[in-house]
């Protein structure tokens, strides 16, 4: 009697078997005839009978199937992300192919539906649909978790979507298996600047400079915090690192003349205006600064000499012709300003007053309704 009931089970369980291998061969069949909704109803039941879930040529022909439904406008509609299905399924696919009857193929098809995710989410980025772009970088790394590629798509789609969070994540994994550029960390430190902390904004740019040391981007990055803090001994001395970096660069001197001219340093701050004159001869910044400078100097002087007492005239005299020549200093760097930016209003007003100090009484009438005409109301506008 137990060899009856033997017999009856073993029947039962071949009869199982046979009856989900036969879901696997009709959803073949189905899918070589075109029929891909029947392919795909026959083929997602194997996949999760017990009886045939553990098969490589179950998921490789899933993986068929999905893929035609990619394929297909008449089918499409049967699945959100076909590519995806595909993908997985030919992955899983190979995991189970011990005897090697599918792998060769499965990995060509890996490959072919890997790429079409890819080149899906670079379309997506470059439409601007960044959310979707994501979505597409962050499924493949399931599968190639050190793709620097992905890595870096998926953080910069991440940085787009103002995910600071995940961006930060994505540019450190990328840091953490050696894929360094300048840019990513000047990117981290404004992202860190974001998030208002400059401390790890610093702590980023300092790393960056380390790696970079010639980069001139990551010191003029880390200036800029400093010139935000007002940190001036740093100013002056990433300044005078980047001009090492780039010394055909005018910004930089004119940058390093007035972080020196607002700690009083009068001499290097004129060195500095002018060495960016000479390298952007039409600059007007340095030119009306180095103006300045000079007429603030001026008008100390006058100040001093209007110290002095009345029973004094000689000595007063002779204070007004050192003033008048420090004014006159002042002049050409002024007007070649002005030449520059006929419109600056500062430019004009300062030269109407040293034109008054100088006794060029022509010039600073002239100056005067010039600026007049600049500064004056719209018609229908108040004064």
Known sequence: MKKILLSLVLVMSTASLFAQNQKVQSAILYNRHGELDKAQAAIDE????????????????????????????????LSADPLVVALESYTKSIALDTKNDFSDDSKRKVGSAFNNIYNRGVERYTKKDFANALVDFERLLKFTPNDTNLIFNAAL??????????????????????????????????????????????EYLAAGRK??????????????????????????????????????????YYALGYAHDRQKNEELAAVNYKKAIEKKPDY????????????????????????????????YDEAMVVVKA???????????????????????????????QTKQNDKALAMKKKKDEATKPADGQKP
């Open 46 to 77: 194997a996949a999760v009978h017990p009886k045939t879930m553990e098969s490589a040529k179950t998921w490789y022909y899933r993986g068929e199937i999905y893929l035609g439904i990619f394929g297909s406008e008449q089918y499409a509609h």
């Open 326 to 356: 420090a004014f006159e200093k002042a002049q050409p760097f002024l007007e070649k300003a002005h030449e520059l930016n006929p419109a600056d209003v500062d430019a004009m007003t300062s030269l109407q007053q040293l034109y008054a």
């Open 284 to 315: 007007f910044e340095p030119y009306y600064n180095l103006g300045a400078l000079y007429f603030n100097k001026a008008v100390e002087l006058l100040k001093e000499a209007n110290k002095i007492p009345f029973n004094q005239p000689k000595k």
């Open 157 to 202: 789609a991440a940085e787009k979507l103002n995910d600071n969070a995940k961006a930060v994540k994505y540019f450190n994994n990328l840091l953490a298996i050696d894929f360094k550029t300048a840019a990513i960390y000047q990117t981290l430190a404004q992202m860190m600047k974001e998030e208002k902390d400059t401390a790890k904004a610093i």
């Open 211 to 252: 790696a970079f040391p010639n980069e001139v981007g990551l010191v003029i990055d880390e200036l800029n915090i400093y010139m935000i803090q007002n940190r001036q001994a740093e100013i002056v001395t990433n300044l005078n690192e980047a001009i090492k970096l780039d010394p055909e660069n005018a910004t930089l």
